[in-house]
Every structure is written in C-alpha cells, then in structure tokens.
C-alpha cells in the first residue's frame, strides 16, 4: 500500500501561513484520492480536506474554507495543504491520509487506506 510521510509543521503567529507536504511512495499516487485530517490533544481525528484522485474536486471542512487549500502534484507523488490565517485553536497534530475514492464519505477517516505519521502545528496568539 501507499506510504505517505508529512512534513512542513511548526510553530507560527496567529494569522501567519504554513505549508504542508505529504510524500507518496509505493502504489502510483495518482491511483488514491487524498484527504488532510488533524488531530488535538483530547480530541477526535477531524476532517479538514479532500481531494480527488485528478485533483479536480476538492471538499473542505467548514472551520478551514476559505483559509485552507488541498493540491495535489501527481509527478511528485506530493499532496500539500496550504494554511492561511492560521488561528490558535488550528493547533494540533496534522495527518494525510490515501483512500480508493473521493466522493461523499470522504470526510470519514474509514474511507482512507494508509495515513501519515503527521507533523505538528502550533499556533501562538
């Protein structure tokens, strides 16, 4: 199967930007629809975005529409999620994650294959 590896994460200033990577290996990437997922202390592995396998569609979670986007670079097997208007409460651990399909489910971590180790991202007000 797919392994995917994050990488960008770190500590920025409320309303400052960061970039995510997520390096493919294996399985073509172009074969998985992708999604981004993060996860805070306490809580639940949430949904942020998805993206289809041509990267033609894309789905967002409310807390990051308008300030989040997912693309994706088939000839570099790279998926990114860029982040703007970072806000404190964005603060958590930060997943990729490589599922069969993209479509409605998407949003639910079961419909993904093979995730990340995630990468950390701190926001400071």
């Known amino acids: 199967q797919v392994q995917l590896v994050e990488s960008g994460g770190g500590l920025v200033q409320a309303g400052g930007s960061l970039r995510l990577s997520c390096a493919a290996s294996g399985r073509t990437f172009s074969s998985y629809a992708m999604g981004w997922f993060r996860q805070a202390p306490g809580k639940e592995r949430d949904f942020l975005a998805a993206?289809?396998?041509?990267?033609?569609?894309?789905y967002y979670a409310d807390s990051v529409k308008g300030r989040f986007t997912i693309l994706r670079d088939n000839t570099k097997n790279t998926v990114y999620l860029q982040m703007n208007s970072l806000k404190p409460e964005d603060t958590a651990v930060y997943y990729c994650?490589?599922?069969?399909?993209?479509?409605?489910?998407?949003?639910?971590?079961?419909?993904?294959?093979?995730w990340g180790q995630g990468t950390q991202v701190t926001v400071s007000s």
């Open positions: 994650a490589a599922g069969r399909t993209y479509g409605p489910g998407s949003y639910r971590t079961g419909e993904y294959e093979s």
């Open positions: 993206l289809s396998r041509s990267g033609g569609s894309t």
